[in-house]
C-alpha cells in the first residue's frame, strides 16, 4: 500500500482526476487526508447492495480506468467491471495462484518474476499483462546525512564502529530470517563484536520468532541482535547499517533492496524472485543461493573485509536506483497501461 500512496501522489501532481476506494480507518485512507481527491469508504463486501452503490458512484464520477491492489480489491474490482463496464486493470504484487487474474482487462506485474508466474500459473494471456517495478518514495532517502548515521546507531547502543548488519521485513518464515541466523556463528567467529538489527513486525510468541530466539540462546548470540520492530524512518536505520541482508526464500520484487540502494548501503540478496532483477551480483550488490547460510556468511564476511567493494557497490547501487526505479519513470510507465486500457474500451 506504499507504491499506492506514492502512485496516487504522483498522479494527482499529473493532473489526473482520483477516486480512492479503501477501508475508512486504513491508514491509507487518513494518508491521503488533504489531497485533492476523492474517496469512498468501503470494507468491499461482495454483498449485491454494496456493489450496487459502490457502482452508482463509479458511473455517476465517470470514471474512465478502475487499478486494484491486493486480493480484496481485486475482486470487487472484478466485480464492479461486471457491473459497470468500466475497464478493470490488477497489479499483481504477490506470487499466488488465483483464478480472477484473467478476468482483468490487464494486469500490471511488479516484477518480471511475477509476470511469469501470472503467464504460467495463473493462464494471463501474455499480451495482456505487462511488467512495471515497484518503487519507494526515494525523496527520503534525500535527508539522510551522516550524522544521522551515528544518532541512529547511538539510538541502537552502538558507540563505535563495529560492523552493523541489518534485516527489513516482517518476522515470517518467506523473509528467510533462519538462514541469516544460521550464518551468525561463522560470523562472529570473523567479528566478535559485530550486530544485527531487525526491524519490521514481530511477535514473540509466534513460532517463527520463538524459533530465532531459541537459536540465539543456544548459540549464545542473543546480545548480538537488536529487535527494533516496526519503524517509520527505514531510511535513518538503512544508512546506520554496515550491510543490509535480504535473505528471502520467496519475494516477488524485494522493495528493501531498492531502498538500500537508495540509502548507500551495501545489499547481500538471495537468488529468488525479483531479487535478481534489483541486483547483479558483484556489481550493485552481491547475490548468494536462497536458504544457504555459508553462502550469507560468506559474503557478510568479504564485504565487511572490502571496504573499497563496498563502496563500489554502492556507487552502482545508486545509479541503478535512479536509473530503473525512479517514482517519475516508473508512474509514466503506469499511466501509459491505464490510458492504453481506457482507450481500448471508448473505442470498444
Known amino acids: 500500500m506504499v507504491h499506492t500512496d506514492l502512485l496516487v501522489r504522483q498522479l494527482v501532481e499529473l ?7 479503501c477501508r475508512p480507518g486504513y491508514w491509507l485512507w487518513d494518508k491521503l487526508d488533504g489531497l485533492p481527491i476523492e474517496r469512498i469508504g468501503s470494507i468491499m463486501h461482495r454483498r449485491l447492495s454494496e456493489i450496487r452503490r459502490v457502482a452508482a458512484i463509479v458511473r455517476e464520477r465517470r470514471i474512465d480506468v478502475m487499478h486494484t491492489h491486493m486480493s480484496r480489491a481485486h475482486m470487487f474490482g472484478i466485480l464492479l467491471k461486471v457491473a459497470t463496464g468500466v475497464p478493470c486493470v490488477a497489479t499483481a504484487h504477490h506470487r499466488h495462484l488465483q483464478l480472477h487474474w484473467r478476468w ?40 539522510v546525512v551522516p550524522a544521522m548515521r551515528k544518532s541512529t546507531r547511538r539510538e541502537l547502543g552502538i558507540v563505535d564502529d563495529r560492523p552493523l548488519l541489518g534485516v527489513i521485513g516482517e518476522v515470517v518464515p ?14 562472529a567467529a570473523a567479528f566478535p563484536d559485530f550486530k544485527l538489527a531487525i526491524l519490521g513486525r514481530f511477535k514473540r510468541h509466534e513460532p517463527t520468532t520463538r524459533q530465532l530466539r531459541r537459536f ?21 536505520f538503512l544508512a546506520a547499517m554496515d550491510i543490509c541482508v535480504v535473505p528471502s526464500i520467496e519475494e516477488p520484487l ?43 556468511a560468506e559474503a557478510v564476511i568479504r564485504l565487511l573485509r572490502d571496504r573499497p567493494l563496498r563502496a563500489t557497490l554502492v556507487d552502482s547501487g545508486r545509479r541503478n536506483v535512479n536509473d530503473r526505479f525512479s517514482p517519475n519513470l516508473l508512474t509514466s510507465q503506469i499511466v501509459d497501461v491505464l490510458r492504453q486500457v481506457s482507450q481500448r474500451a471508448a473505442a470498444a
Not at 105 to 111: K, L, P, T
Not at 121 to 136: D, L, Q
Not at 174 to 187: M, Q, T, V, Y
Open 216 to 236: 540465539l540462546v543456544e548459540h549464545e548470540l542473543f546480545k548480538r541482535v537488536i529487535w527494533v520492530g516496526r519503524r517509520n524512518n527505514v531510511p535513518d
Open 104 to 143: 482483468n482487462n490487464f494486469v500490471i506485474a511488479n516484477s518480471e518474476a511475477t509476470r511469469q508466474f501470472q503467464i504460467r500459473v495463473n493462464r494471463v494471456p501474455a499480451s495482456r499483462i505487462r511488467t512495471v517495478y515497484c518503487s519507494s518514495d526515494l525523496e527520503r532517502f534525500e535527508s
Open 174 to 187: 518467506r523473509k528467510g530470517h533462519i538462514h541469516l541466523f544460521r550464518a551468525l556463528p561463522r560470523i
Open 15 to 21: 493532473g489526473h482526476e482520483v477516486t480512492v476506494l
Open 254 to 296: 524485494g522493495l528493501v533492496a531498492i531502498e538500500a540502494q537508495a540509502a548507500g548501503t551495501p545489499v547481500i540478496v538471495t537468488n529468488t524472485g525479483g531479487l535478481v532483477e534489483i541486483v547483479q551480483d558483484g556489481f550493485n550488490g552481491l547475490v548468494v543461493p536462497s536458504k544457504n547460510s555459508d553462502a550469507i
